[in-house]
């Protein structure tokens, strides 16, 4: 089993900036893919971004391709989401994930262990 926290979130205004961290423990952390995702109120939770346990192959939701950054260290078992750009639209709860193989996956079927969210509002 894998425990995860997130950090990072909070209120920025559009075109600005947020870096989301989240922390894990448990299961060797260089072993296992890790993502991001997102919900926001009355929607449904949706891919944002997904590394693989090594860092050699990201993969990213088309709506946030070119804005937004994944990246972990294996060192610090931690993985990160740079956020830049920021639009209104990106307002929601953002969790991460980790995956249950060293692989990465655009479903939340195929994450095993989830944090408890953090909050990201961008106002217009």
């Known amino acids: 089993q894998v425990q995860l926290v997130e950090s990072g979130g909070g209120l920025v205004q559009a075109g600005g900036s947020l870096r989301l961290s989240c922390a894990a423990s448990?299961?060797?952390?260089?072993?296992?893919?890790m993502g991001w995702f997102r919900q926001a109120p009355g929607k449904e939770r949706e891919f944002v971004a997904a590394?693989?346990?090594?860092?050699?192959?990201?993969g990213y939701a088309d709506s946030v391709k070119g804005r937004f950054t994944i990246s972990r260290d294996n060192v610090k078992n931690t993985v990160f989401l740079q956020m830049n750009s920021l639009k209104p639209e990106d307002t929601a709860v953002y969790y991460c994930?980790?995956?249950?193989?060293?692989?990465?996956?655009?479903?939340?079927?195929?994450?095993?262990?989830w944090g408890q969210g953090t909050q990201v509002t961008v106002s217009s």
């Open positions: 590394i693989t346990s090594s860092g050699g192959s990201i």
């Open positions: 448990g299961r060797t952390f260089s072993s296992y893919g």
């Open positions: 994930a980790a995956s249950t193989s060293k692989y990465y996956s655009r479903s939340p079927v195929e994450f095993g262990s």
